[in-house]
C-alpha cells in the first residue's frame, strides 16, 4: 500500500471546515430534537465511525448510539445489487423512536435506500438521515437527507473514516485520490 501522500491529489475538506460544519450539525440536531426521549443514532460501519464520534461530542441533547454493517455490495461487485445485506444489525428496538440514521457517504443511494426501507419497517416514531458527504450527481434514488455536511463531486475521496482499501480511515481530513499514481486493489 502506497503512502497516502503519493496518491493524494488534493485535500478536499480541511480537519477544519470538517469540525465546524459538524458542529452546526450537531446544532441543528440539538435544536430539532429539543423535545426528544428517544433519539437514537444508527450509526453505519464502517466509515461513519469517526463523524459520528466528533458529531456526538457536540450533542447536547439525550440521545443513544447503536450500530449498524450494511452492505449491497456482493463479492468481486463494483456496483450496488440495490439489495442491503445486513452483517451487524441493531441490538436497540427502534419501534416508537426518533432515529437518526449517521452515514459517512452517499453516492447511488442504493444501500441507504433499502436500508431505510428496513428501518422504517420496524416503527420508528421517525426516520431521518445525516450524511456526511453527499454526492448528489451520482443519486439513482431518492434519499430523503435532512442533515447534510458537504455536497461533494464524482470524485474517488478517502480519510476521515472513508477507506482505500481499508486503510487510511484514521486521516483527519477528507482527500481525493490520484488514479493515475493510485495503486490498489483493483482487481
Not at 433519539?39 to 463523524?51: D, P
Not at 428501518?119 to 434519499?143: A, H
Amino acid at each position: 500500500m502506497q503512502n497516502y501522500q503519493a496518491i493524494l491529489k488534493k485535500t478536499l475538506i480541511t480537519k477544519e471546515q470538517l469540525q465546524v460544519r459538524i458542529q452546526e450539525l450537531a446544532e441543528e440536531i440539538n435544536h430539532d430534537y429539543a423535545g426528544s426521549e428517544g433519539l437514537l443514532l444508527v450509526c453505519v460501519l464502517r466509515g461513519a465511525i469517526m463523524f459520528l464520534v466528533d458529531l456526538t461530542k457536540h450533542l447536547t441533547i439525550k440521545h443513544m448510539v447503536d450500530f449498524m454493517a450494511v452492505s449491497s455490495y456482493g463479492v468481486g461487485r463494483r456496483s450496488s445489487s440495490g439489495q442491503a445485506r445486513i452483517s451487524l444489525d441493531l441490538n436497540t428496538d427502534i419501534r416508537g423512536r426518533d432515529v437518526i440514521v449517521v452515514e459517512d457517504i452517499i453516492d447511488s443511494g442504493q444501500t441507504l435506500h433499502s436500508l431505510l426501507q428496513l428501518l422504517g419497517s420496524r416503527g420508528p416514531k421517525s426516520l431521518e438521515v445525516c450524511v456526511l458527504l453527499d454526492k448528489v450527481e451520482r443519486r439513482e434514488v431518492n434519499i430523503p437527507v435532512k442533515y447534510r455536511g458537504f455536497v461533494i463531486d464524482n470524485e474517488f475521496v478517502f480519510g476521515y473514516g472513508l477507506d482505500l482499501d481499508e486503510y487510511y480511515r484514521n486521516l483527519n481530513f477528507v482527500g481525493v485520490v490520484d488514479l493515475e499514481k493510485y495503486q490498489g486493489n483493483e482487481g
